[in-house]
């Protein structure tokens, strides 16, 4: 930080894609969570976290919500189940979905999916492969 302009630089990520994030063993499904903070603008402070999501063929995978999430495909297909409604969303490239504390849903697919989030939750499982990655 530029103490006597108060200016603050940018965090600049490279090669945060898909292609480094490792699916864990047995599953098919992971977060990568990469940058987080604590907002301070706010009635009720709060964190607020982005990541990565990616998903290929197996189970479903249940999530259920204590926190919001906003998440938006870049790539494939994810299927959501609303639990809420019984009904399946396929969503693809340039959809998004708006997940409320409460909201209980099933994530699948049949190729393979990709998608940009943000939560309000502090950071659950850190993106494995950042180290050396910023500028």
């Known amino acids: 930080m530029n103490k006597m302009s108060g200016i603050v630089p940018i965090t600049v990520v490279k090669g945060a894609g898909a292609e480094f994030i490792p699916i864990p063993e047995n599953s098919c499904a992971t977060v990568a969570d990469f940058h987080t ?5 706010t009635e009720s402070p709060t964190h607020i ?11 479903p995978r ?6 919001e999430e906003s998440k938006y495909v870049l790539n494939g297909q994810i299927d959501i189940l609303d639990e809420a409604t019984g009904k399946t969303h396929r969503l693809v490239q340039g959809d998004f979905a708006f997940f409320h504390v409460g909201s209980k849903v ?5 190729s393979a999916g990709f998608a940009f989030y943000v939560v309000t939750r502090p950071i659950l499982v850190a993106h494995s ?7």
Do not use: V
Request: net charge positive; no cysteine; proline share 3%.
């Open 37 to 41: 903070t604590r907002t301070k603008t």
């Open 49 to 59: 976290t982005s990541g990565f999501y990616k998903i290929t063929p197996g189970a």
């Open 129 to 135: 492969n950042l180290q050396g990655r910023e500028e």
């Open 106 to 110: 099933q994530f699948s697919t049949k």
């Open 62 to 67: 249940t999530a259920t919500y204590d926190y």
